[in-house]
């Protein structure tokens, strides 16, 4: 069983950074990938970021790039998303969760493994 805490939320104006970072614990299969999805109130949950856990690979929502940078630290076992730039529209329960990479861009709650989530309200 894989378990993945989030943490860094909070609320920032439009223009400021946030860093959240992802804990996985418990064995991943070397095809998951670790990724970060969003959802807004009344919106459907949209996917944002994901990297492979064995080289790093990445990709990216058009919405976020420029913006957002995913990357890992296998020291300490945390995967990051630092987003910069942060808009209104980014305001959003961001979920960590792992995934294959065969389905990983869309996310759905009820595959793979799931974070609690994490509030980021940005205000203008």
């Known amino acids: 069983q894989v378990q993945l805490v989030e943490s860094g939320g909070g609320l920032v104006e439009a223009g400021g950074s946030l860093r959240l970072s992802c804990v996985p614990s418990?064995?991943?299969?070397?095809?998951?990938?670790i990724a970060w999805s969003r959802q807004a109130p009344g919106k459907e949950r949209e996917f944002v970021a994901a990297?492979?856990?064995?080289?790093?690979?990445?990709q990216y929502a058009n919405s976020v790039k420029g913006r957002f940078t995913i990357s890992r630290d296998n020291a300490k076992n945390t995967v990051y998303l630092q987003m910069n730039s942060l808009k209104p529209d980014d305001t959003a329960v961001y979920y960590c969760?792992?995934?294959?990479?065969?389905?990983?861009?869309?996310?759905?709650?009820?595959?793979?493994?799931w974070g609690q989530g994490t509030q980021v309200t940005v205000s203008s």
């Open positions: 969760y792992a995934d294959r990479f065969t389905t990983v861009l869309v996310p759905s709650p009820g595959r793979g493994y």
């Open positions: 990297i492979s856990w064995t080289d790093s690979k990445t």
């Open positions: 418990g064995r991943t299969r070397d095809d998951y990938w």
